[in-house]
């Protein structure tokens, strides 16, 4: 008759020991790390002061201005800081700067992630390489040179356009045109979209390239189209970089200011229609108005300035969210 193993009580063996220690002791770190951490800790500090001089600089500036202004600062639809009775207000300001920026981010981001994906996953070398420089020197003209060239060839040239719009759209009322000068808030869209452009090209390129290549093998190792590879394997993991390129793209926009004022014909007046001249944003009242203002008037501008500060840190905020949310998702910790 066979008997079953006796059981042991003896208690288990320890786990082996971890060979590295648990903490470093400081006279273990070498002193070139020390003095990079206290740089990494000092550039830290150092841009977090910065931002709150420029937040306590605007806010003080702006009580000034605010506490004088004989109108509703965010609903007046005219600026006039520089009268007996200074009345001033962002409406129309507020208005064109996000109206603007809305139309380069629908016209640029596509066409940008398209333009990143055929140079990383279908462009052949010897053309992927000269157009991804191409798109690199695009980022780097100048902010005058585009506007120029907008108000030289792309005012002169939107008149098709516009009637194009009109005839299908302008029932609307939101594409209405009167055939007058294509000095719209739509003509500054599209502008700014060209000008976005290459940032958000060159930054989710970087990203795609980045895309683990056993994903993409897998992929097709289970039969998937190179589409189908782009759409399970490459968009997935770069989302969370084409939003951040997005978000460059939109804070150049929001505060692009010699290209929108030379392409804009100025005017504080909210159009129904995207093509009727006039408008305003931010950056282009501060910049055509700063030279001629007095004191009070500088205090009025460094108020809308504030404005445009908060929204940019609120944007960046709501990205930051966004990618935090789905960063599990993308693949980036793979």
């Known amino acids: 008759m066979t008997h079953p193993p006796a059981i042991s009580d003896a208690p288990p063996p320890p786990p082996p020991a971890d060979a590295r220690p648990s903490s470093v002791s400081g006279s273990a770190v070498r002193p070139g790390d020390r003095i990079f951490l206290g740089l990494s800790r000092g550039s830290g500090v150092t841009l977090l002061v910065i931002m709150a001089a420029i937040a306590v600089f605007l806010t003080v500036r702006s009580v000034i201005a605010i506490s004088g202004n004989t109108a509703n600062f965010l609903t007046t639809s005219e600026w006039n800081a520089t009268g007996a009775e200074p009345k ?76 194009w719009l009109d005839d299908y759209f302008g029932w609307t009322g939101v594409f209405e045109y009167n055939d007058g000068a294509a000095r719209s808030l739509f003509t500054v869209g599209i502008l700014l979209a060209i000008m976005i452009l290459p940032i958000v090209t060159s930054v989710s390129r970087e990203v795609f390239l980045q895309v683990p290549k056993m994903h993409e093998e897998a992929a097709l190792a289970l039969g998937a189209t190179r589409w189908e590879v782009i759409r399970m394997a490459v968009l997935p993991f770069g989302r969370s970089g ?67 500060f908060v929204i940019t840190l609120l944007v960046n905020g709501a990205a930051r969210l966004i990618i935090a949310r789905r960063k599990e998702y993308s693949g980036a910790n793979a």
Not at 89 to 118: E, K, N, Q, W, Y
Not at 141 to 153: D, E, K, N, Q, T
């Open 88 to 163: 001033f207000g962002i409406a129309v300001l507020a208005f064109g700067t996000v109206v603007s920026s809305i139309i380069a981010m629908v016209i640029a981001v596509p066409i940008a992630v398209g333009i990143a994906l055929f140079i990383s996953h279908y462009a052949p070398r010897r053309l992927a390489s000269p157009l991804g420089y191409v798109i690199d020197l695009l980022a780097a003209v100048p902010s005058i040179i585009y506007g120029l060239w907008g108000a030289l060839f792309l005012v002169p040239h939107l008149g098709g356009l516009y009637s």
């Open 242 to 308: 084409v939003i951040s390129a997005s978000m460059l793209g939109l804070g150049r926009a929001l505060g692009e200011t010699m290209a929108v004022a030379t392409v804009l014909s100025p005017g504080f007046v909210i159009n129904l229609s995207l093509l009727d001249p006039g408008g305003g944003t931010f950056a282009q009242n501060i910049a055509s108005k700063f030279s001629e203002a007095d004191a009070f008037g500088q205090d009025a501008l460094i108020a809308s300035g504030l404005v445009l």
